[in-house]
C-alpha cells in the first residue's frame, strides 16, 4: 500500500501536474524564443519561472516526492531537444570532439591554429570555428568531457545538430543522476527529502545544466555519488567518484584536503591516492609537455586574462587601477587566489577532524570564498554549491544562483559591457542572504 503521509490527495497531484506543465511551457518557450541579448525578455522570463519555483518549494509538502522527481526527469529531458540560445560553448565541445575522432589532441593546438596549419578540405570545420568563442585559446576541458565530447563527435559525424543533442542529452541524464543522489544523502542525513526540490525544479539549474550542456551538474552528480558512498563508509568507491568528478571539472580538488579532516590522515591520503590516480589515468592519453603547457596557459587565463561578475576582484582592480593607472589583472588574479589559500589553510590547520556533515559546511564555505575572490563568476558555476547548500539547510547559493543571472546584462549591449550597478545590486543581495542563512537558528 502506499505512503498516505507522502501521497498527497488526487486533487492536489492534478494540481501539480497543471502546475508543472504550465511551468515546462514557460521554460521551454524562453529557451526557443529568447536569445541572450535581449536582457529585459529574460529578466521577465526569470521572474515568471522563479515564481512558479517558490511556489513549488512553499508547496512541496502537497506534493509527492516521487512526483517532484518526475517532474525534474521531463523538464530535464524536455530541455534536452532544444538548442542553446544563451550560451554557445557547446561548439567548442563539438570542435574538440571532432579532434579527438579524427586522431588529433585537442589541447595541443588552438582553433585558429589549426585551420592555419591543417587546413582542412572540408568547410565544415571553417563555419564551426566561426561558432566557438576565443577561438585563439587552447582548451580547457578535461579528460571526461573530452570523451563526452568524443562519443558525441563519433555518432554525430559532422552533424552540428546531432552532436549538440548527444552532449546535452548525457548532460540531462547526469543531472537526473545528481537529483535521486541527493534524495539519497537528504535521507541518510535526516533531513526532509523533499527539499530536493531547492535543486530539481530550480529553472537555473536545468536551463544551464540539460539546456546549456554545462557539465556542472554532470560534476555534482559524480560528488554525489561520491559523497553518498561516503556516508557508507565505502571509502574506495567514493574515492573514484570524487577522481571522475575531477576530471569532469577540476574544482573538487579544492576540496581534497578537507576529505583529509574528515576521514583522518591515513584513509584521507588513501582517499586522495586513489582520487589523484584515476585523474593521472585519464589524463594520459593526452599527457606531453606541450599539452601540459598548453592546458596550463589555458586555466591561467581564468586568473590573468578573463574577468566577469566578480566581486572583491572589481573592488581591488578598481583600487589598483587609481594606484598603477591601468587593469593590473595578471598580478591582482593571482594574489587574490594566495589570499583565497591563505585563508583555507587557517581553516585547514584550525580543524582537526570534521564530521561528514561538517564536511558538508566547510565545502560550501570553501567554494563560496573561492568564488568571492575569483575574477570569472558565470551564473552556472554556482551550481556546484547547491548540493552542499542542500545538505547543510543554507540557502544563500539558491539566492546566488537566481540573481547571478543578473549577469546576463552584459551580452545585451552591442559591445559585451557589464553593469556594474547590478553587479553590486547581486552582491549586496547575496551578502544579506549570507547573514541571514548563518543567523536564523537552526
Known amino acids: 500500500m502506499p505512503d498516505a503521509a507522502s501521497t498527497p490527495p488526487k486533487n492536489y497531484t492534478k494540481q501539480f501536474m497543471f502546475f508543472v506543465l504550465l511551468y515546462g511551457i514557460i521554460l521551454f518557450a524562453g529557451q526557443l524564443l529568447l536569445e541572450r541579448n535581449e536582457f529585459l525578455k529574460l529578466i521577465i522570463w526569470q521572474v515568471l519561472l522563479h515564481t512558479g519555483f517558490i511556489g513549488f518549494y512553499y508547496f512541496k509538502h502537497l506534493i509527492a516526492l516521487k512526483q517532484i522527481i518526475g517532474a525534474a526527469v521531463l523538464l530535464r529531458l524536455g530541455t534536452v531537444f532544444i538548442m542553446p540560445t544563451l550560451s554557445d560553448d557547446i561548439y567548442r565541445f563539438i570542435w574538440d570532439g571532432q579532434l579527438i575522432v579524427n586522431g588529433n589532441n585537442p589541447m595541443l593546438t588552438t582553433p585558429d591554429h589549426f585551420l592555419v596549419t591543417i587546413q582542412p578540405e572540408s568547410d565544415y570545420y571553417t563555419k564551426l570555428h566561426d561558432l566557438i568563442n576565443h577561438p585563439q585559446f587552447y582548451t580547457c576541458y578535461p579528460p571526461l568531457m573530452q570523451a563526452v565530447f568524443a562519443f558525441a563527435a563519433f555518432f554525430a559525424g559532422k552533424s552540428v545538430v546531432v552532436a549538440t543533442l548527444l552532449i546535452k542529452l548525457i548532460v540531462g541524464l547526469s543531472d537526473c543522476v545528481a537529483v535521486l543522489f541527493l534524495v539519497k544523502i537528504l535521507k541518510k542525513l535526516k533531513l526532509s527529502e523533499k527539499f530536493v526540490i531547492l535543486y530539481a525544479l530550480n529553472p537555473l539549474v536545468i536551463i544551464e545544466g540539460a539546456g546549456n550542456a554545462h557539465f556542472e551538474v554532470m560534476q555534482v552528480a559524480l560528488i554525489c555519488i561520491s559523497f553518498y558512498y561516503l556516508l557508507l563508509y565505502k571509502n574506495t568507491i567514493a574515492a573514484v567518484f570524487w577522481g571522475f568528478a575531477i576530471i569532469t571539472k577540476l574544482l573538487p580538488l579544492l576540496l581534497l584536503p578537507l576529505i583529509v579532516r574528515t576521514l583522518g590522515f591515513k584513509k584521507g591520503i588513501a582517499f586522495c591516492a586513489t582520487s589523484l590516480l584515476v585523474v593521472l589515468i585519464s589524463f594520459s592519453p593526452f599527457l606531453s609537455e606541450d599539452s601540459i603547457n598548453a592546458f596550463s596557459k589555458s586555466l591561467n587565463l581564468y586568473f590573468q586574462n578573463f574577468e566577469f561578475n566578480a566581486s572583491v576582484y ?129
Not at 598603477?324 to 589570499?339: D, E, H, Q, R, T
Not at 581553516?347 to 558538508?360: H, Y
Request: hydrophobic share 55%; with cysteine.
Open 314 to 442: 572589481y573592488v581591488a582592480r578598481e583600487i589598483g587601477c587609481w594606484l598603477k593607472g591601468y587593469n593590473y589583472i595578471s598580478f591582482i588574479g593571482p594574489f587574490l587566489m594566495v589570499i583565497f589559500l591563505s585563508i583555507y589553510s587557517v581553516v585547514f590547520f584550525k580543524k582537526r577532524k570534521l564530521m561528514l556533515s561538517q564536511f558538508a559546511l566547510y565545502a560550501l564555505i570553501i567554494l563560496s570564498l573561492y568564488y568571492f575572490f575569483a575574477t570569472t563568476v558565470h551564473p552556472w558555476y554556482i551550481i556546484n554549491l547547491l548540493p552542499f547548500a542542500l545538505m547543510t539547510n543554507k540557502k544563500y547559493a539558491f539566492v546566488w544562483m537566481g540573481i547571478a543571472f543578473l549577469s546576463y546584462n552584459a551580452y545585451g549591449n552591442v559591445i559585451f559591457k557589464e553593469n556594474f550597478y547590478l553587479v553590486a545590486i547581486e552582491y549586496l543581495v547575496l551578502l544579506a542572504a549570507i547573514f541571514y542563512s548563518f543567523k536564523k537558528r537552526k
